[in-house]
């Protein structure tokens, strides 16, 4: 089968792998053929060459699918069924990718593959906001406004915050409505809290650009005292020096971690797709054929005004 894989930091090859051993499938997975998939902020330091050497696995770095299911030890995944989720090993970039069960959900709808990808990263969001109490009434930030920041500030809007602040180093302030921001700040996110009044301070702030400690810093330093704190964003490194004595003094709640229970807001994000139909035209700007990867990949890891989501189909 096809399959794309790093050579080199920032380059992906076409390159030709075995397929895969059907009998020897472990039970509760599956193995489904590539229809869409899209690009992820997680996917991009991958991208660069993070442990690289460790990464030169082909269809890696791509982890958002939709598939078609050609093989499944899994009882209530059946062959053909269309399913969005997580690709094993973030090895999605490939003709053929493996999948456990648990972290895929059958595609209720005729919803069209590539606005499909969408549940993926939705759910993620859907599940993080679940363990923030009390969203309706309260402001909120959001820093980063990349595509999984816009998310973020989409949910809390839809959730009944009083105001969304997205904060970002990108004018968004071109989409800022469609996604629920009320304030959209074109700044640093540094100086963006050095300049917050105590009035003016949110009471819940999603830190969602991750790979360093500075943006949560920040986070904590807007936050208003009694407030909650998401770390959503993915750390690169074991150990993070924060904030933790004005974190302290704030009597403030620092929640972070990833997606449980897949299955349940996998469902639940088609459902909230339905819910907003626009969401997805609105969230998805640019589309390659997975031929286009590399270029892809490479507009995918450039910020810049007009771009956000970057998405791939299947071409044959």
């Known amino acids: 089968m096809w399959a794309y894989a790093l050579t080199a930091p920032g380059r992906l090859s076409r390159c030709e792998t075995a397929d895969f051993a059907v009998a020897e499938l472990p ?13 992820c902020g997680s996917d991009l330091p991958n991208f ?26 899994a009882p209530d995944i059946e062959v053909g ?36 990808t969408v549940v993926q990263p ?22 980063g406004q990349g595509p999984l920041g816009l998310l973020f500030s989409h949910v ?10 997205g904060v970002d180093r990108v004018d968004r302030a071109d989409v800022a409505d469609k996604f629920g921001v009320t304030e959209p700040v074109w700044d640093t996110s540094q100086r963006w809290a050095q300049q917050l009044s105590d009035a003016a301070r949110p009471d819940i702030v999603v830190e969602a650009v991750g790979h360093q400690a500075a943006t949560l810093n920040d986070a904590i330093a807007a936050l208003a005292p009694g407030g909650v704190l998401f770390a959503f964003g993915v750390p690169d490194d074991d150990h993070y020096s924060v904030a933790f004595r004005q974190l302290f003094r704030k ?25 907003h139909p626009d969401l997805a035209d609105n969230y998805i700007t640019h589309v390659f054929g997975v031929s286009e990867a590399q270029q892809a990949f490479e507009l995918a890891a450039t910020p810049a005004r007009g771009r956000l989501k970057v998405a791939l189909r299947r071409e044959d």
Do not use: K, M
């Open 27 to 39: 039970p509760g997975e599956v193995v489904a053929r590539l229809l869409a998939g899209a690009i």
């Open 122 to 143: 939705l759910a993620t969001v859907l599940c993080a906001l679940q363990r923030v109490p009390e969203i309706a009434g309260r402001s909120a930030a959001v820093i």
């Open 251 to 275: 009597n403030a709640t620092l929640a972070a971690g990833g997606t449980t229970n897949w299955r349940y807001w996998l469902a639940l994000a088609e459902a909230y797709l339905h819910e």
């Open 48 to 73: 660069r060459g993070h442990g690289l050497t460790e990464r030169q696995l082909p269809g890696y770095p791509l982890h958002e699918v939709v598939g078609e299911v050609v093989a499944s030890t």
């Open 81 to 116: 069924a269309r399913v969005v989720g997580w690709a094993g090993g973030f090895q999605g970039l490939a003709e053929y990718f493996t999948a456990r069960a648990e972290q895929l959900h059958v595609l209720d709808s005729p919803l069209d593959d590539v606005p499909a």
């Open 156 to 165: 809390l809007g839809a959730q009944g915050a009083s105001r969304v602040i």
